[in-house]
């Protein structure tokens, strides 16, 4: 009788072992990230005889490095088996975003012509957690979603495996490390490829580097104010051009 208690004990001691090691405080997962180019373009008749050549879809992969509460996301490569143009591509090469939630701030690199550092404070999600699963990279995950920009929706499955409570991009504020996130207005998605855990670059985890730093509010007004004069005398163009620039300034302060 002794003897079977005691290896009962030895077995939920090795089990609780085990379950400690699946909870990840720090890693690097690798997103890839598929956008529809030809959604995304600009409307008019160049435009349609540009996307004629190129692929349906945009495909990059970024890395997200995490520890101690901190982390940064940035591009990696792109799909080796497509080659794209240089000006679908150079924009989406130089962005950053670093997050530090235990000051409550993020800082991140958008391109408006030339680089603009922004350095902002984190600002909290509403997020509503729903009964739907799935696995993602070899996690299992909940489903969620949430309103950014008063009307945009964007789903995520996150995994409380992974006990960073971040993601792609500006998201965070799951009980979890988000590894699935789509945006239907983007026309965007951000998918895990693998989770690792090894050799994570800790040091790679700092803020951008700037001599001058701008909060939110200076992106999204250079933003329209760069493009306040960009219409079209055609009523549904100028419908679609609209459509277009709000796509637009949402993925820039995404």
Known sequence: MKKSIWNLLICLTASGGINAQAFISQGTIEYVVKSDIKKNMWPGFFTDQLTENLPQLKTGYYLLTFAHNRSIFRFDHWDPNVRYPNFLTSSDEQQIWYSDFNKGTYEMQKNLGNNVVVSDSITPLKWRITNDTR?????????????????VYVFAFYTDQITFSGGPCRMHGLPGVILGMTIPRLYTSWIANKVMVNDVDVKSIKPIESRKKYDLNFLKTTYINNTRDWSSDDPETNAKIKDQKARDLWGIML
Not at 138 to 149: D, Q
Request: with cysteine; hydrophobic share 55%.
């Open 135 to 151: 696995v993602i990279a070899g996690f299992s995950c909940r489903k969620a979603f949430t309103v950014i920009f008063d009307s």
